[in-house]
């Protein structure tokens, strides 16, 4: 079965660059959250997007915009990356809001 | 606001059940979830409880949800060498669009 796609995989960056993390949802899933997961952490959430409109808002820093496109995939964009955005980024998705969420298996940031 | 409580360890027998347990605050919660974490990998679904259950069994795992004490519970018998992973409790915020996580159980599992 499909599941959700998250690119790349891994990506360094140096301090002050920007990155792009990209996420592709489980076909005809509407709703998709980004989560950012720290070393030891657990997963923070970030922000959220139902049928293509920002739906909720996170500990998202203003340096970070997201978006949903009208094939449902979503791109997360850092800008002015920071040491402490190293970090497990994860995608999921679910069919409508609140039901079974599924994870990507996330992209690691390491900024340098 | 929400929160959602995990003790962050438990060592296990191989063979013997764990029992993973979480307690949350938010009483709206909707849809309640086991995840599995192993070393530098993605969040697995390992099952889910819709909040009118109290109890849902999928071959070795057992949940067990007390809506009144805002309690759930995780109970993977006869643990085996490859459960050793990190094991969050997450919940739907009710109202919200959002997945609020514990802080994860670590489980050891040894000979």
């Known amino acids: 079965a499909a599941g959700v796609i998250q690119s790349p995989r891994h990506l360094i960056k140096e301090k002050r660059e920007t990155a792009t993390l990209k996420c592709y949802p489980i076909p005809r899933h509407d709703t998709v959250y980004w989560y950012q997961q720290g070393p030891g952490q657990d997963p923070q959430f970030l922000i959220s997007f139902y049928e293509k409109m920002q739906s909720d808002k996170g500990s998202i820093p203003d340096r970070f915009s997201a978006q949903q496109f009208s094939d449902y995939h979503s791109e997360l964009n850092m800008s002015s990356l920071e040491l402490g955005d190293s970090a497990l980024y994860f995608c999921?998705?679910?069919?409508?809001?609140?039901?079974?969420?599924?994870f990507g298996q996330g992209t690691r940031l390491t900024v340098v | 606001g929400e929160d959602v409580e995990q003790s962050l360890f438990l060592s296990v027998r191989e063979g013997d059940s764990s029992v993973i347990n979480c307690t949350y605050t938010d009483s709206s919660s909707t849809y309640l979830y086991w995840y599995k974490q192993e070393p530098g990998a993605g969040l697995q679904l390992l099952t889910y409880?819709?909040?009118?259950?109290d109890m849902k069994q999928d071959q070795r795992l057992t949940v067990l949800l007390n809506k009144k004490d805002k309690h759930l519970s995780l109970r993977i018998a006869d643990t085996q060498t490859g459960d050793s992973a990190i094991y969050f409790c997450?919940?739907?915020?009710?109202?919200?669009?959002?997945?609020?996580f514990g802080a994860g159980t670590r489980l050891a599992v040894h000979p």
């Open positions: 997450a919940v739907f915020s009710g109202g919200y669009n959002k997945l609020i």
């Open positions: 999921a998705s679910s069919r409508e809001k609140n039901t079974e969420a599924f």
């Open positions: 409880i819709f909040s009118n259950m």
